[in-house]
């Protein structure tokens, strides 16, 4: 079992930048794959970002490669994203979701993950 618990979402001007934290529990977090949702008010959940258990290999939503970065320490049970240069299409309810043990090529769907976590909301003003 994993429990995940996001923090560091908020207000922000568009230019500006936030890291998230994505706090899990568990024994099995530093050998699962993690990854960044996000909803829109009106809009389906959508993949934003996803790092293998090493910390090696990540792949990025086309909207947010360049302007994104995400990063783990399995020491402290953490996964961030680095929000740069954020545009106000880009405030949304932020996810943090783990998948099992092994690593699942449709990394793009919510269907991979077994686990997430409450979410925490980013609003970026223009």
């Known amino acids: 079992q994993v429990q995940l618990v996001e923090s560091g979402g908020g207000l922000v001007q568009a230019g500006g930048s936030l890291r998230l934290s994505c706090a899990a529990s568990g024994r099995t977090f530093s050998r699962s794959a993690m990854g960044w949702f996000r909803q829109a008010p009106g809009n389906d959940r959508e993949f934003v970002a996803v790092i293998d258990w090493s910390g090696g290999t990540t792949y990025y939503a086309d909207s947010v490669k360049g302007r994104f970065t995400i990063s783990r320490d399995n020491a402290k049970n953490t996964v961030y994203l680095q929000m740069n240069s954020l545009k106000p299409n880009d405030t949304a309810v932020y996810y943090c979701?783990?998948?099992?043990?092994?690593?699942?090529?449709?990394?793009?769907?919510?269907?991979?993950?077994?686990?997430w976590g409450q979410g925490t909301q980013v609003t970026v003003s223009s």
């Open positions: 979701a783990a998948q099992g043990p092994y690593w699942r090529s449709n990394y793009y769907h919510e269907s991979s993950y077994n686990y």
